[in-house]
């Protein structure tokens, strides 16, 4: 096998595997498969993307870029606006537990997650209920 690079260390790919396999995150949600990189049903949904920060350092190693998480609800306006917020804390709650599960080889390594901001209320223009937040995930190849 290939040694992985810095540009190996995707955190999306990293979380995005980590979640969708974490039985937390299905129980929040309602059910599994309910989280992927795209808004689409069953609702409610877990959206995992690349945020628009983070710390790149000095690029040799560890890095710690952000990755957006977003729980969108059905388009008709359920769950509400608290019950998305619990599921989202719930799910970003979930994301830590990747920091002590043991390395997975070919997949880089994740040593810390961490939110850095608030959640945000952001319905889509549509009416679509949706919250948000940002974690810092430090990992390396």
Known sequence: ?????LADADPVSALLAWLQQNDQVADALGGPGRVSGIPEAPWP?????????????????????????????????????????????????AALGIVEAPPTPGRPVVSGVKPSGLLVWSPLIDGQPR???????????
Do not use: K, N
């Not at 096998?1 to 690079?5: N, Y």
């Not at 388009?75 to 799910?91: D, F, K, T």
């Open 45 to 93: 949904h877990l959206v995992i993307g690349h945020g628009p920060g983070g710390d790149l350092r000095d690029m040799t190693w560890a890095t710690a870029p952000e990755v957006t998480l977003e729980v969108h609800g059905d388009p008709g306006g359920w769950p509400g606006q608290a019950e998305l917020r619990r599921i989202l804390v719930r799910c970003a709650t």
């Open 1 to 5: 096998m290939a040694e992985l690079t």
């Open 131 to 141: 919250w948000l937040m940002h974690l810092s995930v430090t990992l390396h190849p």
